[in-house]
């Protein structure tokens, strides 16, 4: 069986190559530059240099190749990109690849509820590929992760200033999971019928209990202030109104996202609060 990885030196993608690795799989990596991987310990016959929103450069790059996974997505907005031209167009471009090479399977990372939050920029995007995927043709599964521990940074970052703040009374629950955690689902997915799949990591825990973790990781006193729902959707109309989608989308999606219960079956070992501790130990290094 021969793999290929797109988006392989972002948060997850990075982890799943380290999968591969320790796994001895026979696998080609995309990337815009190559000595990022270079310097993960690929060989230059493993890697692929393309850029994946200019369709020219993707050309026969799924040629001999079983399986296609792509982490391909933003988050923060750059380059002048949108979430439409990566998370939709750039996957689909890949995807066309794919089927005219005669790929067997393709796997795509999406988010939890993906198809509830339509009305966000990033699901918009995200769920419009999803929709390619289904009707492609192909073999397919898409995982469904409820959120990554660096999407946890917010919580961290405010921690620093001494004080969380959180809409509502902060018991609303999100069980998010370790990129090495999510890396091993994603690859045991190569041997899976499901088409879709949930997953979380192993702790279910309140925006409380995530917010004291951050506050601890800073050695800070556990305060946490609640802000009344009102709040909640007054910052999202303001933000929207005020601001251009390449700064909003991204903050619309975590405020959103915090404002709901996101549970999903759990899977994996690495746990929260010992990513703060490292983040903060990481950053008192530096």
């Not at 793999?3 to 815009?32: C, M, P, V, W």
């Not at 907005?77 to 996957?91: E, F, S």
């Not at 997953?199 to 800073?218: S, Y």
Request: proline share 3%.
């Amino acid at each position: 069986m021969k793999i290929l990885l797109a988006g392989s030196t972002g948060y997850l993608g990075t982890y799943i190559l380290k999968e591969f690795q320790n796994r001895k799989f026979d696998f080609k990596a995309i990337a815009r530059n190559s000595q990022k991987l270079l310097d993960l310990g690929l060989t230059e016959n493993q890697i692929i240099e393309a850029e994946v929103t200019l369709p020219e450069t993707l050309e026969q790059c799924c040629q001999d190749i079983d399986v296609v996974i792509s982490t391909i997505g933003i988050t923060r907005q750059k380059d002048g990109l949108t979430y439409m031209d990566v998370d939709y167009q750039a996957n689909k471009n890949l995807l066309k690849e794919a089927v005219k090479s005669g790929v067997k399977k393709f796997i795509y990372i999406s988010a939890i509820n993906g198809d509830k939050f339509r009305f966000l920029k990033i699901f918009e995007a995200k769920e419009k590929f999803v929709d390619e995927l289904k009707n492609s043709g192909l073999n397919y599964t898409i995982m469904h992760p409820n959120g990554f521990f660096s999407d946890m940074q917010d919580f961290l970052d405010m921690a620093k200033g001494g004080r969380v703040y959180l809409f509502g009374n902060g018991k609303l629950k999100l069980n998010p999971i370790h990129g090495a955690d999510l890396a091993k689902v994603c690859v045991d997915a190569f041997d899976t019928s499901d088409k879709e799949i949930v997953v979380r990591g192993p702790d279910m825990l309140t925006q409380n209990d995530i917010a004291e973790m951050a506050l601890q990781a800073w050695n800070k006193p556990i305060k946490i202030m609640h802000l009344p729902d009102w709040t909640h959707k007054l910052t999202i109309s303001l933000i929207r109104t005020f601001t251009s989608s390449k700064t909003y989308g991204p903050i619309e999606f975590f405020m959103i996202a915090i404002a709901i219960d996101n549970i999903a079956p759990c899977f994996g070992s690495r746990q929260l609060k010992y990513f703060f501790n490292k983040e903060v130990e990481h950053i008192h290094e530096d």
